[in-house]
């Protein structure tokens, strides 16, 4: 996509974020301290972080499953969604990253509602359908793409008729189109939606996205 086009996605999402989101120091006092502690910028954007709210708020959900913590900034939007009464249980391999969103969730006042979990996102899956962990209302996937298949399947098991399950970054500036792709994270996205599409029990759809984070999409999942 030329870069023009590109910096217009971004100032169109930058006038949105000021008309509607205003300003939230706390956000943005993550977004500084994911930086100074040398994490990837691969956060959700605001105006994703708000849609996930929105979505959460709108579902009435209390227990939401995040898949891919990074320093916690969309477990914020989650968290702040389920409220005081709510629980967000959020995955991460990485402990650098793990520590930073502790740390984050804390200053951001959501701590109590929000169990970070350190390891492999599919051990972590397993331990908790191990553990008859009562369904969740809302899963988010968001890790490394090529496990997407391996997280789909182990969210069905904590999932009940009416989960909603939403996958991030699954059109990767078109390349999902590409059926000869070698990159893994493609491989895994396309497995993924082929195991969406052939699954009775889904009811599916993509939103293709671009703005601030470039051209992507979210997979929205119904469970039946
Ligand atoms: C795209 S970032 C998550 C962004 C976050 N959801 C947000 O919007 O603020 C992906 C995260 O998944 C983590 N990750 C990668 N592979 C993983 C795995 N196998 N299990 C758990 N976490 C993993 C990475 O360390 C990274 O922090």
Same mark, same amino acid.
């Given at each position: 996509?030329? /870069?023009?086009?590109?910096?217009?996605?971004? *100032?169109t999402?930058e006038? !949105?974020?000021?008309?509607?989101?205003?300003?939230?120091?706390?956000?943005? +006092?993550?977004? #500084?301290?994911?930086?100074?502690?040398?994490l /990837?910028?691969h956060?959700v954007?605001?105006?994703?972080g708000?849609f996930?709210? *929105?979505?959460?708020?709108? %579902?009435?959900a209390q227990?939401?499953?995040e @898949?891919?913590?990074?320093?916690g900034?969309? %477990? @914020?939007w &989650?968290?702040?969604?389920v409220?005081?009464? =709510?629980k967000?249980?959020?995955l991460?391999?990485?402990?650098?990253?793990?520590? %930073?969103?502790?740390?984050? *969730?804390?200053?951001? =006042?959501? #701590?109590?509602? $929000?169990?970070?979990?350190?390891g /492999?996102?599919?051990?972590?899956?397993?331990?908790?359908?191990?553990?008859?962990a009562p369904? !969740?209302?809302?899963? !988010?996937? +968001?890790?490394?793409?090529?496990?997407?298949?391996?997280y789909?399947e182990?969210?069905?098991?904590?999932?009940?008729?009416?989960? *909603?399950?939403i996958?991030?970054?699954v059109v990767? +500036?078109?390349? $999902? @189109?590409?059926?000869?792709?070698?990159?893994p994270r493609?491989?895994?996205?396309?497995? &993924? @939606?082929?195991a969406?599409?052939?699954?009775?029990?889904?009811g599916?759809?993509?939103?293709q996205?671009v703005?601030?984070?470039?051209?992507?999409? &979210?997979?929205?999942l119904?469970? +039946?």
């Amino acid at each position: 996509m030329p /870069p023009e086009d590109d910096s217009r996605w971004r *100032l169109t999402d930058e006038y !949105f974020e000021r008309h509607l989101c205003g300003e939230d120091p706390a956000l943005r +006092d993550v977004l #500084a301290r994911n930086a100074a502690a040398g994490l /990837p910028n691969h956060d959700v954007s605001t105006l994703q972080g708000s849609f996930l709210n *929105l979505l959460a708020r709108a %579902t009435g959900a209390q227990r939401i499953l995040e @898949i891919g913590t990074l320093g916690g900034y969309s %477990t @914020i939007w &989650f968290a702040r969604a389920v409220g005081a009464t =709510g629980k967000v249980i959020t995955l991460e391999a990485n402990a650098h990253h793990a520590e %930073t969103a502790r740390h984050n *969730l804390q200053a951001a =006042g959501v #701590a109590d509602r $929000v169990e970070v979990v350190h390891g /492999p996102a599919l051990e972590s899956l397993s331990q908790l359908a191990l553990a008859n962990a009562p369904a !969740f209302d809302l899963i !988010f996937i +968001d890790a490394d793409k090529p496990n997407n298949p391996g997280y789909l399947e182990r969210s069905l098991e904590l999932a009940r008729k009416g989960t *909603l399950i939403i996958a991030d970054n699954v059109v990767r +500036d078109g390349q $999902v @189109i590409e059926d000869g792709s070698t990159d893994p994270r493609v491989v895994g996205v396309r497995r &993924f @939606i082929d195991a969406v599409g052939q699954n009775p029990r889904l009811g599916a759809t993509v939103l293709q996205t671009v703005g601030a984070k470039g051209w992507d999409g &979210f997979a929205m999942l119904l469970v +039946d």
